[in-house]
Every structure is written in structure tokens, then in C-alpha cells.
């Protein structure tokens, strides 16, 4: 692994790559023999980089948030000769980096880079977008729709939870019918997330033992009677405290088909994409990263 892309987005999470960047290509440098930095201006022009330099190099680093690396990973996920990818947490809640071990200090994550731990990771597609972390419908796209960029700015990644309780009394339940190979579902509910990912707004709430390399997906179901459990459970989570409730519902699956009525925005991500109805897979192995500090299958 010599030739390497670095897509850096300098206006994530405060800005906080702006002034690191020259120390990062430096360091980067040290231990891969070329190097190169391409800047983002606006939304698309990380998926253009990707489709312009893939073929030419053998790791594409994304620097930046969430976003950012979500739209790597779905310009990266179309093409068959598929280069490594690896992330450098530069935004607000960085939650897939989480999920494969990535100190959050992004001169630290740089070091772990060097050492150029690969693994096979899962991905989940969902009708033409891919995902590394979560699909989501319900509350979640509401607080994400919700939760603007001064409020992630000032309370980082609580921004999400703190508008999670904020938005309790605002949600309105709709009908949600799953098809899948281990688990049929059609009630009211307030929430639906697929995960990939162990991470949410910073917090490992939703799929503690989450496993990015099982080929399978991790589904929680919240009902309109257990919101307030539901806030409970992520409060206990922030206080590493099991908590139960019949309310919440959760499995896993390879593939699913989600129907909603009425039809419901998505997020994924952290980005709003279409509406439901969605079939959602899981893609075993589908890409190679430079992971930090977890267990990884060869």
C-alpha cells in the first residue's frame, strides 16, 4: 500500500482539520510513499474525487465527518476494483470511525493509519445508496432534520440526544410493516433503525455488540408505548446501565423490506435520502479499511 488520496472536508465539525491538515500529510507521508490531498468545497465533490482517482491509488482516507464519509463509501461502493478506505474523524460524532477503532484526536488517528491494520468490512445497501453505520426512519430523522449546525457545534455529539428528549411529546407513530427471512413486523411505531455501526451521535446506545464483519444487520424497532423507556435506555447507556422494555423490539437479518404508511423520510447516515418503501441489505466484505483499535477477522 504505497499511493494514497487524502479527501479532506475543511469546514467539519468546526473546522477542527483546517489547521492539521500539513502535520497529517506530513506524518501520512512517513509511512506511505505518495501522498495526495484533494479539498472539498461543496456536497459531490468527495463522490467526484473517488471517481477520478480510485483506479490510481490504493487507499482513499476520507478527512472529515460522517458525511463526508458517507459519501466516499457510496461513490467507492459501485466500482469493482475498489481501493482500501480509511477515515480520519474530523466532525461532530465521527461514528464509524468509533465502530473500527479510531481515536478521535485526529493527529492520533493519522499515527494509527501507519501501521495499516486492514480489514473486510460490511456494508449495507439500501435501495442505490449504501450505508456503513445506520438507516433510519421515525424519531431519528426527525431529531437529525431537528438538530441544527450551531446546536452540534455548542453541545457536540448530546446535540442529538438533547433534542431526542426535546422532540418526545412531538412524535407522531405510523404504521410499519418488515419482511424479512427471521422476523415479520407490521404495528404502530415511532422509530425503525438498521445498523451496521456500534455508534449514534457519538453514543454506543443502539447496538452495543454490533459487529461489522458478521454479515448480518442489527434492526431496533421503538413503539409509540415505549418512547420514554426509550429515552431511559439511551440515559442508562450514557451511564453504562442494562435497561429492558417490551416495547423495543430488536433482531437481526441479512435482508429486509420495509413498508411504511404514511411514507417516511430516511436518513442514512445522517443524510436525508428519498422516502420509504426501502429493501435494505447487508454486502459481506465489501470493503477494505485501515482499521485502529478492534478485533478484525482476516
Known amino acids: 500500500m504505497d499511493k494514497v488520496a487524502v479527501i479532506y472536508n475543511p469546514n467539519s465539525g468546526k473546522k477542527k482539520l483546517s489547521g492539521l491538515i500539513d502535520t497529517i500529510t ?3 507521508r512517513e509511512g506511505f510513499q505518495e501522498v495526495t490531498v484533494y479539498q472539498t468545497e461543496k456536497g459531490g465533490d468527495a463522490a467526484l474525487f473517488v471517481n477520478e482517482i480510485a483506479e490510481s491509488v490504493d487507499c482513499i482516507i476520507a478527512a472529515g465527518g460522517d458525511g463526508t464519509v458517507n459519501e466516499v463509501v457510496n461513490a ?3 466500482i469493482d476494483k475498489r481501493p482500501a478506505l480509511a477515515i480520519i474523524p474530523g466532525g461532530t460524532s465521527n461514528d464509524f470511525s468509533r ?3 479510531m481515536f ?8 494509527q493509519l501507519l501501521e495499516k491494520n486492514v480489514a473486510e468490512i460490511d456494508v ?3 435501495d442505490n445508496s449504501y450505508f456503513l453505520n445506520f438507516w433510519g426512519i421515525g424519531l431519528v430523522t426527525e431529531v437529525a432534520l431537528s438538530v441544527d449546525a450551531e446546536a452540534k457545534d455548542s453541545f457536540g455529539q448530546l446535540a442529538y440526544y438533547i433534542r431526542t428528549a426535546q422532540t ?3 412524535v407522531k407513530p405510523f404504521q410499519l410493516q418488515i419482511e424479512s427471512s427471521s422476523f415479520q413486523f407490521n404495528e404502530e411505531v415511532v422509530m425503525l433503525i438498521v445498523g451496521n455501526g456500534m455508534f449514534t451521535g457519538g453514543v454506543n446506545a443502539f447496538f452495543p455488540k454490533g459487529n461489522i464483519q458478521d454479515g448480518m444487520l442489527d434492526v431496533l424497532i421503538i413503539k ?3 418512547v420514554q423507556a426509550f429515552w431511559s435506555m439511551l440515559q442508562s447507556k450514557l451511564v453504562k446501565e442494562p435497561t429492558v422494555d417490551e416495547g423495543i423490539i430488536s433482531f437481526q437479518t441479512d435482508q429486509l423490506t420495509i ?4 411514507n417516511q423520510p430516511i436518513d442514512c447516515d445522517g443524510e436525508q435520502r428519498d422516502y420509504t418503501p426501502s429493501k435494505i441489505k447487508v454486502l459481506p466484505k465489501h470493503i477494505k479499511m485501515i482499521v485502529g483499535n478492534i478485533e478484525v477477522k482476516a
Open 26 to 28: 506530513a506524518e501520512l
Open 76 to 78: 467507492l461502493s459501485v
Open 99 to 101: 465502530s473500527i477503532g
Open 104 to 111: 478521535q484526536n485526529p493527529l492520533k488517528a493519522t499515527s
Open 124 to 126: 449495507g445497501k439500501a
Open 168 to 170: 418526545m411529546g412531538q
Open 224 to 226: 409509540e408505548t415505549s
Open 259 to 262: 413498508t411504511t404508511s404514511p
